[in-house]
């Protein structure tokens, strides 16, 4: 079983819909990382947190330490949100620089 | 603009041959990672850095060596003994490890290396 589960694996929505991206890690852990994949393969950090919430324009992330389990959320999508959206977890112990990555989830917004 | 630079976008490497993954970043950054994409699967670290002249090994070190010796550069060598290298490389930094409140990552385009 991995460590970082991501669902849905695909995720098709219309222009303008709200999404919802889960992650499910099994271990404790120090920080959870929300990244964007572009096509070309550039890495963007949409989010880093610990406990609660945090907003950064129509992107919400959530993380519910005791549950562990961390959303994210897109309100009115837009086809530029398309991407592939990967969660990134760093545990307690083990080697200090490695996060456990999830295998992302593919998101594609039609217009 | 500060950012984190990979070059090449592509590369080709030939059976037996070393090639070497450049990364430079001028954001003043202490942390360096490398990091391995295969299709379908999650990032895996090969190897990180906290200072200059200091690096460990990550979880598929094997194959791979890199170099710190100055703050703002880490290349990665693949070596011949990487069987298998054919993969989308990306390089990482962070002010300070990933875990911690300064830990953002900041990543790189990314370089393509494949086997010809």
């Known amino acids: 079983k991995n460590e970082v589960e991501q669902s849905p694996q695909n995720l098709t929505a219309q222009e303008g819909e709200f999404i919802t991206i889960n992650c499910s890690y099994s271990?404790?852990?120090?920080?959870l990382h929300w990244l964007q994949q572009h096509p070309g393969g550039g890495i963007v950090s949409l989010f880093m947190?610990?406990?609660g919430k945090k907003k950064h324009g129509r992107l919400i992330a959530t993380i519910n330490i005791q549950e562990k389990h961390s959303s994210l959320h897109i309100t009115a999508s837009h086809p530029r949100d398309s991407a592939v959206y990967i969660c990134?977890?760093?545990?307690?112990?083990?080697?200090?620089?490695?996060?456990?990555f999830g295998k992302g989830t593919k998101l594609s917004v039609k217009p | 603009d500060g950012g984190i630079t990979q070059s090449p976008k592509y590369l080709f490497r030939k059976e037996g041959q070393n090639v070497t993954l450049s990364c430079e970043q001028n954001l003043n950054h202490d942390a360096m990672y490398w990091y391995r994409q295969d299709p379908g699967q999650g990032l895996r670290l090969i190897y990180y850095s906290q200072i200059v002249n200091d690096f460990q090994k990550g979880d598929i070190a094997e194959g791979y060596s890199v170099s710190r010796e100055k703050k703002e550069s880490f290349p990665l060598t693949v070596t011949s003994a990487q069987k298998n290298p054919t993969a989308f490389y990306l390089c990482?930094?962070?002010?300070?490890?990933?875990?911690?409140?300064?830990?953002?990552?900041?990543f790189g385009s990314g370089t393509q290396l494949s086997v010809l």
């Open positions: 947190l610990s406990s």
């Open positions: 990134a977890v760093r545990g307690y112990g083990g080697s200090q620089g490695n996060l456990i």
């Open positions: 271990v404790g852990i120090s920080a």
């Open positions: 990482a930094s962070s002010f300070q490890l990933s875990g911690t409140e300064g830990g953002k990552l900041f």
